[in-house]
């Protein structure tokens, strides 16, 4: 063969490559961009020694309040009617635990159950929300997830549970998610951005949350819980609690078809994840609310443990499980897509009672989803 044909040759060869490349190419969906740089950043400081292990009812757990706060005003989120600088404080009444007065595991505070004949002492707490303003006012989406974590575990020589999995990384997930929004022209629907108070101590957060506007409203609910850790099934998955109950999971697995990640039904159906969470508060009252989580909670050693640091995360795989949840929420942010509808009375009564019996039967009663 001579060098000209060669290149001849050369050339039909790489124009072939490129005749079979170029459609893959322009028909396969990215995942967005979500900048790992910025969640290694904001996990670090969540789960920092500094905030002690974010016990809501300890100052500490406003502290990571005010940071997510800044973070949200970095972002330019708008503020929520009712909010001060982006928190939504409230008080809550809560009666120390036991014989021995308060403060026995979490560094302040008791359980929410209650116990014996101690005074119940009011405490300040907060959500951190914030919010973009879509062309409808009246429809919201909602992005969460539960800040606080169990604080302070007397014993070993590290007592601070830094709670990086749980749920630092949820938290991280919906700063993230802000900022990507934020960077998108105007949604048809209005998008909040929540973090609550308080799930790992009875879920004071969401419960004053969902007081403070018609839960009709709610479009659908994406609660983020521990995404830090790949789940049993591998990366680049994702499950959802209450898969079932709503036409949610069906609609985040549409939209990121074609790409390398999926969702699929929380793979733990005996442990009722799906009301182990703030979740449950909102889809009581019928909001498509569901958890998103990628944790191997049956296997995980750091789970609720002072070990629970940001080193025994995957942050790779965070920061893609956030990606995916941009795209996966892309629908239903356009309008062009409705969840049907929680039905209250099958998330109500018996199931809630068996589970409540449980947690109250659980050395970990405070521990809900995480
Ligand atoms: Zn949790």
Redesign the pocket.
């Known amino acids: 063969m001579t060098a000209s044909r060669r290149a001849r040759n050369l050339c039909v060869v790489a124009a072939l490559a490129a005749l079979v490349a170029a459609p893959v190419r322009a028909i396969a969906p990215q995942l967005p961009d979500i900048d790992r740089a910025s969640v290694e950043r904001v996990i670090r400081v969540l789960a920092d020694d500094d905030m002690e292990g974010r016990s809501a009812f300890s100052p500490a757990a406003m502290r990571a309040a005010a940071f997510i706060a800044e973070e949200f005003a970095d972002i330019g989120l708008e503020q929520v009617p009712g909010s001060e600088g982006y928190l939504q404080r409230f008080t809550a009444a809560l009666r120390a635990r036991g014989r021995g007065g308060r403060g026995g595991r979490g560094g302040g505070g008791g359980g929410a159950a209650g116990g014996g004949a101690a005074p119940a002492e009011e405490y300040e707490l907060a959500n951190v929300v914030g919010m973009i303003s879509g062309n409808r006012s009246e429809e919201f989406v909602l992005f969460s997830a ?1 800040y606080d974590h169990i604080g302070i575990r007397p014993g070993g020589e590290d007592m601070i549970a830094n709670g990086a999995n ?2 630092a990384s949820g938290t991280t997930a919906v700063i993230e998610l802000a900022r990507y929004f934020k960077g998108r022209p105007k949604p048809e629907r209005t998008l909040l951005f929540v973090a609550f108070t308080a ?1 790992e101590r009875g879920g004071f957060g969401s419960r004053h949350f969902s007081e403070q506007l018609d839960p009709d409203q709610i479009v659908a609910m994406f609660n983020i ?2 995404i830090g850790k790949p789940a049993v099934s591998g990366p680049n998955t994702a499950w959802i609690t209450g898969f079932e109950r709503s036409s949610f999971g069906e609609i985040l697995q549409q939209a990121v078809e074609g790409t390398p990640y999926e969702f699929y039904a929380d793979p733990y159906p005996d442990q009722n994840l799906f009301l182990r ?1 703030d979740n449950a508060t909102l889809a009581r009252l019928g909001v498509p609310a569901h958890t998103i989580s990628t944790t191997p909670i049956d296997v995980d050693p750091d789970y609720h443990q002072v070990t629970d640091h940001v080193e025994t995360l995957d942050l790779d795989h965070m920061t893609d499980t956030i990606r995916a949840i941009a795209m996966a929420g892309a629908t239903i942010v356009s309008g062009e897509a409705t969840p049907t509808r929680v039905d209250p009375d099958s998330v109500r009564r018996r199931q809630d009672a068996s589970v409540l019996l449980k947690l109250i039967l659980s050395p970990e009663f405070e521990g ?3």
């Open positions: 539960h749980d749920n799930e819980e521990m969470s809900r989803l995480g």
